[in-house]
Structure formats: structure tokens, C-alpha cells
């Protein structure tokens, strides 16, 4: 620990800055609050009951560790490459998501927080929310965009049903941007009894910190379970990037083995080179919203832009400050996949392995086909299939022009 | 803080008004709402209607700290047009004929992280503006922008609220300049309204730690609810309560109704008779003497 100079995983420093990135920019009336969630984060590090209950809900009500699969007839579609999976679809709720909502419920219930309110895109944060929510017995409030609840109906219903408020903001784009808003006004009108339980990896510090350090758990397990099955570290490391929860998780423990590449692709929408896509780092510049600077979709003037992604949980015109970093120091490669090139490999995948994916890891899974075919049988490429398909069906089934319940 | 701004156009306001003994009126209105035109009207109007320091805000698409009232009213901005040159060149073009008044500009980080700390520093100053309130920029993130403000003599305006605590408000106060702004609720503008008692023993307790001004915002929609907070506050802040009667007043295409800019300028009179009468005849307040 003591060469922090030769690493990329001691970040942040004190302040909750990567570099240039991250930090605490939120109002006075949050700033307490902020301070308070972090001195609760440390003393729950410092905790190894903490760690034990947590460890213990991970294993019987999440179902974790999630495996590690060889997607055999991927690797000979693509005829390159060996692909395997790390299957946090499998997971409880049917995402990674479930990974930080434990691990943050437990931190709202330490400090004695009887009311949650949560940010949801896709609406896979939302139920995993509201999931752990019902668990334990707490009030839960998600704000969700007016155009995500439309095209994301199934998980409004299961947030219905596990007892959660869904409430509708129709603001703006009225997607994650706006729904993360309006959190934030909820949280500094309701800052005593409220916990706001960030979904991705970013926001102010400690969230972005906090939410990595959850899902981290993806990429330790892929190093043991490569390990396992191959006897070495994987060559390449793929994933979507939204906020970038996901990603950081599988990426982190990996970021100082340096002969590991890491690679996170963006929601190029409609192409990078239109204005509807939702690539920061790809299409944006540094700036500040949601109370840290990282990469933004933003005019010249600093007024931000919609984002737009087929992908609900990709739509937002952020990046978690963590990968702004990983960017400028060039340890993560970022790239992008269209909505086009997700919906095939969305297809691709259902047909040949099995697995309805979301449209998320569609964009991760568009990419693994365009490297896969390049690199030798040996090269082990692991992609985070981060969450499954079943929310997407209306989407994908509108997309291609099919009607869903029209049995022909 | 080291070289702070000790001389200005809004300490000699505050200076003035202490020898007065009564409280400051500040007003906000969003720079070009609901169109450039009725922004310029009442622009030219608010300091003889009583206005003694001017709250302009610069509009952003997503204000994270405001209701309803300052988000509409921002996005009819935005929908008008504005950038951060259009609102300088607005007080500029004041300073041609008012000298006096202070001018604070109300905002989000982002587009002035854009614009340039530096650049946006030296042109505000250029353009007569006095301070800045930045609502995302707490003293933790802060002196990225205030060391050029400060070499432009420009206040950067602190938020103190009531989640602020003990520990906490040294460090507010420390970087503190202008004046402070407490913040009377808990929430975002204009959805709450402001607890007189707990507001009046917070400002009582700031007293003791700061020689600076203290202002109360946020939760104040009346001329007697400003009266009440001008008994014991150096100055009290009504936003949203002036940008609903723009709302109310405009049509489907943001167009004003006649005599708009009317209505909202004596609304703006009754605040004043409100805050400026309020230290007169009744029961002298213990805690009276704008000041320390």
C-alpha cells in the first residue's frame, strides 16, 4: 500500500477527486449530509460485522457469486477469441445492481435512515431498490423519467409491486438526467430521515467510491473464477458504461495488471457523430452536474444536453468521475456501440446461447464481435453481461417492428 | 481567507443601510425571462421600486437546488436565449445609469467552468457586477473560481443552512464574503415556508462568529413575511415569489401579458415598504443593529 504512486486503485485522494475529477459539488444544505454518509461509510469498513452480514446477504438472497460461462457458440460465431460471460444477470433482480443496494441499504440502516429515494434509468436500479427496500422494511421513493417509465413498464410494475413509490418526473428529457434531479431536491427537503441510494458510480463523494467498492465484487470473482478455469488472468475486460457502476466493478481490481486491457463502451445512440447518442467521453468535454465534474454531454456554453440511447440505462449525459480518470490516464479504452449494433448483438446472443441480455451488455456483447474476430483462440476475453433482457422485450420488439402478444 | 474583498459597491450598500438601521431588499429575477425585453424593463425598474441589491440568475438546464418556479423560470430563459455574455452585457448596460445598486449573479458551476474561472471573473468584473453565489460550489470545491473573483474584487456569497452544524459553519464562515446567505428552510426555493423562530435564533447565533451581513433566503413570499425577517436579518432574499408572477403573467409562447412588468414592479414596492418599515414603531427587536 505504501507505493500508491505505481497504482490506479488508490483513488480518490481526501477530497474525493481522481485527478481533475470527482468531488462534492452539491449545496450547503447536502454538504452535512455528504460528509455524514462518508464517516458512516468508514466506520462500516472499519466494522467486520458489516462485512460479514454483508457477505452473507451477497450469498443467500443475491446468489452470489455469479458464474463465470464459456460462450462457446459465440466464440465460434465470432471465430476468434474465447469468450466468457461473468453472468451478473443472474443475480437477484436480474441485474449487478442488487450488488450496491445490499451493500447501501446496510449503510442507510446503520445510520439509522428510515426512508430511501433512489435515481432509476432502465429501471433495473429502481427495482433492486425497491427490492432491499421490502427487505428491510423501509419506505422507498424512486424518480423515474416520464419516457423511461413508458418504455420500461415491466419494471415500473415489479417496483409497484414490491411496495415502492414510482414517481414520474416530467421534466426536460425526462430520463436518468431529470430523474436524478429531482432526487436531489426530494433528498435536501427530506435530509433527516433520507438516504439517497445512488445507483451508478458517480455523484458526489463518497457515491462514486462507495458504488465501485460494492461492485467490485464482479471482478474479484472473475479472478478467481478465470483462475479457476483457465489457470490466468483474462487478456481482455469489456463492458457498457452508463454512469459506469458495472464497469468500474469489473474493471477495478484488475486496473494495476497492467497486461489486462480494459475496455468500456459507450450508447453511440444514433452515431457519435449526430447529436443523439449518450457517449461522454467519446462525444463530451469536462464539466460539472449531479455534484462531481467528470465528461458530459454539454453545449458551448455549459448547458447540458440530452443524451439518447435505445438503452434506458445507458441514456445519461455522464460518466462516473472514476472513468473520466481511467480515460485521461489511458489505462481503460473507451469506445462505443449504436443502437443498431446492439439490437443485432441482442438478437445474436438470444439465438445462439440462450440468453436474452439487456440492452446494456448488448452494447459491451456488439463490441466483443468486432474484436473477437481478430485475436487468436487463446486470447480470454471476459465481457460483464450485467443484466438480463426480459425489461427490453417491448423496446426490441418496437424496434423491429414486431407487436409483442400478437401471437402469429 | 487572505485578501479577501473589504471594499465594494455592496459593502458600502450594507454600510449605508446599517446607518439606516434597517435590512436590505434583495430581489431575484432570472436574466432574459420570460424575453430579453420584460428582463430589461424590470432590470431598469427594481432599484427604484426599492430593490437595494439585484439577484440576477444565470440560467442552467438542470438547477438542482431550485423548485418548481426557479426551474420554469430558467427553462423560459434558456428557450429565450441566454448565455453568460448576454447577462454581463445586461449589467453592463445598467451600470450606465446606476451606479449604486449591487449586482449578484446566481448560478450553477458548469457553464462558468466553461466559460473559464479566470475569463468569467474578470468580465463580470468588467461589467459592474459586485458577487457571485454559486450554488454547486461549496468551500470545499470553491477556490478554483473564488481566487479570481477575489483578484476582481468580486464577493464570492456563501450558503449557510440548517443542516449547516457547529463543526461545519467555521469553515462557511472562514471563506465567507459579501455577505452570508442563510438559508431559512430546509429544500429547495420556494416550496417551503421559512420557521420565523428557528431562522431568528440561527442569525442569532451566527452573530457571534461572523462580522459579515447575514441574509436570509429561501421560504419568504410575503412583504409582512419580509417585514418579520428584515426586524432581525441584514438582508432578505424573495425569489420565487417574484418569478410566479411572471409565470402568471405570460402566455403559451412566453409572451408577457400588458402591464406585467407593472405588477411585478409593485410587488417588488410592497417588499420595500415591508423591509423598510419593519424595524419602525414596534417593539425594538433584541437583536436589532444590523451588524455585528
Excluded at chain 1, 439509522?112 to 427495482?127: L, S, W, Y
Excluded at chain 1, 462507495?210 to 487478456?235: C, H, K, N, T, W
Excluded at chain 1, 464481435?369 to 471476459?382: N, Q, R
Excluded at chain 2, 436590505?24 to 425598474?45: H, M, S, W, Y
Amino acid at each position: 500500500m505504501a507505493e500508491a504512486s505505481n497504482t490506479y486503485r488508490d483513488g480518490p485522494d481526501d477530497m474525493g477527486h481522481f485527478g481533475l475529477f470527482g468531488g462534492r459539488y452539491v449545496a450547503e444544505t447536502l454538504m452535512p449530509l455528504i460528509l455524514e454518509v462518508e464517516r458512516a461509510y468508514d466506520d462500516a469498513c472499519a466494522d467486520p460485522s458489516y462485512a460479514k452480514e454483508l457477505d452473507s446477504f451477497r450469498t443467500t438472497y443475491a446468489g452470489r457469486p455469479s458464474p463465470l460461462y464459456f460462450a462457446e457458440r459465440l466464440t465460434e460465431h465470432f471465430g476468434g477469441a474465447k469468450i466468457y460471460f461473468k453472468r451478473d444477470e443472474l443475480n437477484h433482480t436480474g441485474s449487478h445492481k442488487i450488488n450496491n443496494c445490499l451493500g447501501q441499504i446496510l449503510l442507510a440502516k446503520r445510520m439509522g435512515k428510515t426512508r430511501i429515494i433512489a435515481e432509476t434509468g432502465a429501471g433495473q436500479h429502481g427495482v433492486a431498490t425497491a427490492t432491499v427496500c421490502a427487505r428491510f422494511g423501509l419506505e422507498c421513493v424512486v424518480y423515474m423519467g416520464a419516457k423511461d417509465i413508458e418504455r420500461q413498464k415491466p419494471n415500473v410494475f415489479r417496483m409497484n409491486l414490491l411496495g415502492a413509490d414510482v414517481r414520474a418526473v416530467e421534466k426536460g428529457s425526462a430520463t436518468l438526467k431529470e430523474a436524478m434531479n429531482e432526487a436531489l431536491r426530494d433528498w435536501v427537503a427530506n435530509v433527516d430521515d433520507t438516504y439517497y441510494l445512488i445507483g451508478t458510480a458517480a455523484g458526489p463523494h463518497p457515491y462514486p467510491t462507495i458504488v465501485r467498492d460494492f461492485q467490485s465484487i464482479i471482478g474479484e470473482e472473475v479472478r478467481e473464477q478465470m483462475e479457476a478455469a483457465e489457470g490466468r488472468l483474462p487478456d481482455t475486460l469489456v463492458a457498457c458504461i452508463g454512469g459506469g457502476s458495472n464497469a468500474i466493478g469489473l474493471f477495478h481490481p484488475f486496473l494495476d495488471d497492467s497486461d489486462v486491457r480494459l475496455i468500456g463502451v459507450e450508447a453511440a445512440g444514433k452515431g457519435i457523430d449526430t447529436t443523439e447518442h449518450a457517449a461522454s467521453i467519446s462525444g463530451g468535454n469536462p464539466g460539472v452536474l449531479h455534484g462531481n465534474r467528470t465528461y458530459l454531454l454539454q453545449e458551448d456554453g455549459g448547458q447540458i444536453r440530452d443524451a439518447h440511447s435505445i438503452s434506458a440505462g445507458l441514456d445519461y449525459p455522464g460518466i462516473g468521475p472514476e472513468h473520466a480518470w481511467l480515460h485521461m490516464q489511458g489505462r481503460v479504452d473507451y469506445v462505443s456501440a449504436t443502437d443498431q449494433e446492439a439490437l443485432a448483438a441482442f438478437q445474436l446472443c438470444s439465438k445462439l446461447e440462450g440468453i436474452i441480455p439487456a440492452l446494456e451488455p448488448s452494447h459491451a456483447l456488439s463490441y466483443v464481435g468486432k474484436i473477437a474476430p481478430e485475436l487468436s483462440a487463446d486470447h480470454l476475453i471476459v465481457m460483464n453481461l450485467c443484466g438480463r433482457g426480459d425489461k427490453d422485450v417491448f423496446t426490441v420488439a418496437d424496434a423491429l417492428g414486431t407487436e409483442v402478444g400478437a401471437e402469429s | 481567507m487572505s485578501a479577501s474583498v473589504t471594499e465594494s459597491r455592496l459593502t458600502r450598500r450594507f454600510e449605508k443601510l446599517k446607518e439606516k438601521n434597517r435590512a436590505a431588499l434583495v430581489t431575484f429575477i432570472t436574466a432574459n425571462d420570460p424575453d430579453p425585453k420584460l428582463f430589461r424593463q424590470l432590470l431598469e425598474g427594481l432599484p427604484t421600486a426599492g430593490a437595494d441589491i439585484i439577484e440576477l440568475g444565470m440560467p442552467f438546464s438542470d438547477p438542482m437546488a431550485d423548485g418548481p418556479s426557479v426551474q420554469l423560470s430558467s427553462q423560459r430563459a434558456l428557450l429565450a436565449g441566454v448565455s453568460i455574455d448576454d447577462v454581463l452585457g445586461a449589467v453592463a448596460d445598467m451600470r450606465e445609469w446606476e451606479m449604486d445598486t449591487p449586482v449578484i449573479l446566481m448560478g450553477y458551476y458548469n457553464p462558468i467552468y466553461r466559460y473559464g474561472p479566470a475569463e468569467f471573473s474578470e468580465a463580470a468584473a468588467n461589467a459592474g457586477v459586485d458577487g457571485v453565489i454559486i450554488v454547486d460550489l461549496p468551500p470545499e470545491e470553491a477556490e478554483e473560481l473564488n481566487h479570481h473573483l477575489r483578484a476582481n474584487n468580486l464577493h464570492m456569497i456563501f450558503l449557510a443552512a440548517p443542516t449547516t452544524d457547529e463543526t461545519r459553519l467555521p469553515r462557511v464562515l472562514d471563506h465567507a464574503s459579501g455577505f452570508v446567505y442563510y438559508v431559512a428552510v430546509k429544500g429547495v426555493t420556494g416550496t417551503k415556508s421559512a420557521d420565523i423562530s428557528e431562522v431568528s435564533a440561527r442569525v442569532a447565533a451566527m452573530r457571534k462568529q461572523t462580522d459579515l451581513p447575514l441574509g436570509v433566503g429561501f421560504g419568504i413570499r410575503t412583504a409582512a413575511q419580509a417585514a418579520e425577517m428584515a426586524q432581525f436579518a441584514d438582508a432578505v432574499v424573495i425569489g420565487s415569489a417574484i418569478v410566479d408572477i411572471i409565470t402568471d403573467g405570460i402566455d403559451g409562447d412566453r409572451r408577457p401579458q400588458p402591464g406585467l412588468a407593472a405588477r411585478v414592479l409593485d410587488f417588488v414596492k410592497d417588499l420595500a415598504n415591508g423591509v423598510q418599515t419593519a424595524r419602525l414603531g414596534g417593539a425594538e427587536n433584541a437583536s436589532t443593529g444590523a451588524g455585528a
